[in-house]
């Protein structure tokens, strides 16, 4: 029989369900574990995902088990849940819009959560009070290792994009992917094709260093090499989010950092880190990525 337990998130009550369900076996991670780790780290993630039409990657029973992709908004989603139409141009579903979600608030991301949405991704740009899409706000590189390349390497290409970066008067944040590499985010304000502009910073790196950094998307190109995926700025693709968990063994997560630990980086373990962790580091230095943070430009030190 289904457990059930009513509960009120700010304004807003929600019924979740099968609380002890383990979603990490390796762990004994329950789904109730899941739902307390984005609340906890709500204040932290909430600011990054608000505006942003979600796709989630969904666990039913667990990350041993089979998932899905999901962008259009799951069935029986409170009317409260915020919702965007927009164009779904090649929609292999042949469809023509897809309503998704936007998490912009913490029952939102409660409920979403409640559904064994392990993975919140995100694109670069904010849907607009007119319910369409607006200029991307954020360039990323996305930092991929080729083994046996690992991220220690993808540390080392990361402190190169930040120097190009600082030639061009931009600065970005670090964070791990809560996975094998990590991306950095710009803020952007500019004129310019944030993905044009990441495109060209990466064919540069690739260029200057051949033997360290690809930017070609061929596969067979990538070992041992860092791919710098600057394609992941076409308004179509998303990114996983800030503080998203991930579906690996262990509940690890895609975790903001400070220059000073990409730049002392000598193992891969040394950027690992787990549900618990970042809730931790988030309770010791607030987000890494909040704009405006001291000493470090628009993204921390």
Known sequence: MTSKIRVRVDERELTLTNLDKVLYPDEGFTKAEVIDYYTRVAPAMLPHLRGRPVTVKRYPDGVTGPFFFEKNRPAHTPGWVRTARLPAPGSTKDRDTIEYAVVDDLATLVYLASLAALEFHAPMWRVGPDGTAERPDLMVFDLDPGAPATIVECCRAALRVREVLAEDG???????????????????????????YARAVARRLEAERPDEIVSQMARRLRPGKVFIDWSQNNPAKTTVAPYSLRANPRPTASTPLRWAEVEGCADPGDLVFTAPEVVARVAEHGDLMAPGRPAGGPFGP
């Open 170 to 196: 931009l600065a970005g944040c670090p964070k791990t992917s809560g996975n094998k590499g990590m991306q950095v985010y710009v803020p952007w304000d500019r004129d310019d094709d944030p993905s044009a």
